[in-house]
Structures are given as C-alpha cells and as structure tokens.
C-alpha cells in the first residue's frame, strides 16, 4: 500500500492565511513603530540639552562643553536601546515565521500519514523531533526535492536566523556569517561582553524575503505527492 500526501486547497488556504496573518501582524503594526528611532533619539537628546541649560549652574566653574559631551552620550544611549529593541523585534519575527512554517509542514505530515510506521516508529515519535535536514529527508522521499525550489536559499537564510536569534553564538551563527555575511555588517552595540550574533542586523526587507520564502513554499507545494522512497 502507497503512502500518499495530500494537500488538498482548504490546506492550501490556512496555510497560506495563517502565514499572511502573522507576516502582517508584524509589518503594518509592529515594524513601524520604529520607523523614526533616529528622529526619537535627536529629540531625546534636544530635550536633555535644554533641560541641562535650563538647571541653576552650582559651580562657577560650569562648562557647557561638559553637559553637551554627557547629553550626545545620552542620546547615543537612547538610540542603542531603540535599535536593539528593533533588532530583537525583527529576529522575533523571522524565528516566529519559521518556526510557524514547520509547525504547519509538521501537523501535514502527522495528518496525512496518521497510522504509518517508519522504521518502527510511529509517524508523530518521527515528525515531533524532527529538525530542518530531516523534513528536508521527508520531503525528498515523497518525490519533492526542496532545495532545487528557488526559495529555497531564502527558506535556508531564514531557518539560521532564527537559530541565531533564539541561541545566539554557536553553529547556526558560523553558518550564518559564511552564508551571508552582509547581515553582520550592522551597528555595533557598546556591550561589555561581545557576541558576534549581536551585530547581526536585519532589516524589514529581510523579514519581507524570507515571508516571501515560505509563501511561495506552501503556494507552489504539489497538491499530490507518493513515497516514492521508505529510506
């Protein structure tokens, strides 16, 4: 007896909804509220000024020069803070969104194969610990080879960014820097201790690539697929 997959188009359909849900969420209400960090962080700093000029002076020996080096260093402050709380929002959504991707890839399998055995095991004790390489494996035992998709260097890009994001230094962020080292061109944070995977920088577009990714996976997916290979 065959083992088949079917992704019929109400599957389609939630998928896709799902994924267009969560992509929006982030991009027309989340990612714009940091639109203007720089203009925050100038009128932070235009603000502290005044209020320095503005204070009684309790030293003849007052020296503007000395308020306005604390006040730059002050609006330098406010703009770290608000550009690592955007970097922290968008490796949010990105590890968000792949991990969305392989939850719903996931719960297809453990539908469509409900009651299969492979090597033994129960089809959820094979999906459930299942990593990327290994839904690769799946995928590529039913006659669909992901990685001659053409998102899928993207869909790749998009599975180290959320490793990166959830665990910072480590494998996933070697991969990342060979991979594309672009993304670790961004701001360098005045941290005590250095981690290279904070200076990974994304930006909206990114987080818009890697959404295209995985649409464009659960949008071009074959209705039908066979085990044409038990492993």
């Known amino acids: 007896m065959d083992a088949n997959l079917y992704f019929c188009n109400w599957s389609r359909k939630i998928a896709l909804g799902t994924t267009g849900v969560y992509v929006n969420g982030f991009s027309t209400r989340l990612f714009p509220i940091f639109d203007h960090i720089e203009e ?11 209020s320095a000029m503005s204070s009684p002076a309790h030293d003849e020996n007052f020296d ?13 402050e406010v703009y770290e803070n608000l550009q690592f709380t955007r970097q922290q ?3 949010l959504a990105a590890a968000g969104l792949y991990h969305l991707w392989e939850r ?25 610990p299942a990593d990327f390489r290994r839904l690769e ?46 993304l670790f061109e961004g701001y360098n944070y005045h941290f005590d201790i250095f981690s290279k995977a904070d200076s990974l920088e994304l930006k909206p577009s990114d987080f818009t690539r890697y959404a295209k990714a995985v649409t464009d996976f659960w949008d071009t997916f074959p209705e039908r ?6 492993g």
Request: contains cysteine; glycine residues 8%.
């Open 40 to 50: 925050e962080a100038s009128a932070e700093t235009e603000k502290a000024w005044e």
């Open 64 to 76: 503007p020069g000395d308020y306005a080096e604390a006040v730059q260093d002050y609006g330098l």
């Open 89 to 91: 929002l968008l490796g």
């Open 104 to 128: 719903l890839l996931k719960q297809f399998f453990c539908k469509e194969l409900r009651g299969w055995t492979f090597a033994g095991l129960t089809i959820n004790n094979v999906i459930a």
């Open 137 to 182: 494996e799946l995928l590529s035992q039913f006659g669909f080879q992901l990685a001659q998709q053409s998102y899928y260097a993207d869909l790749c890009e998009l599975r180290l960014v959320a490793n990166v994001s959830k665990h910072g230094d480590g494998k996933s962020c070697k991969e990342l820097q060979t991979s594309a080292p672009h």
């Open 225 to 230: 697929l066979t085990l044409v290979d038990a």
